[in-house]
């Protein structure tokens, strides 16, 4: 069974900084289809970024630039880095996981932008 475990949320001001986690269980570290995901309250899941054959990243639209998604096959983990955050943002983030022809979602971390 795939299990992921992400970390890192909080809140922040805007034009902050966060760095979220995604620890992934060993095997599926190898997926050749990573992504983060988020849904406001009383909105639909959506984008954010993924990582498609190890080498190939996708955004969302709204993104513009202020945020990177890597991953550590080393440390089994799945990063998103997040910068200019702004209110907008704010969201329960999600890791994304498709291995052997399943997709694994990780429980959610809270970002929270406010001033």
């Known amino acids: 069974q795939v299990q992921l475990v992400e970390s890192g949320g909080g809140v922040v001001q805007p034009g902050g900084s966060l760095k979220l986690s995604c620890e992934v269980s060993a095997g599926a570290v190898a997926s050749n289809n990573m992504a983060w995901y988020r849904q406001a309250e009383g909105g639909q899941r959506e984008l954010v970024a993924a990582i498609i054959n190890r080498r190939n990243r996708n955004y969302g639209d709204f993104v513009k630039g202020r945020f990177t998604i890597s991953r550590d096959s080393d440390k089994n983990t799945l990063y998103l880095e997040m910068n200019s955050l702004k209110p907008e943002d704010t969201a329960v983030y999600y890791c994304?996981?498709?291995?052997?022809?399943?997709?694994?979602w990780g429980q959610g971390t809270q970002v929270t932008v406010s001033s």
């Open positions: 994304r996981v498709i291995w052997n022809w399943s997709t694994y």
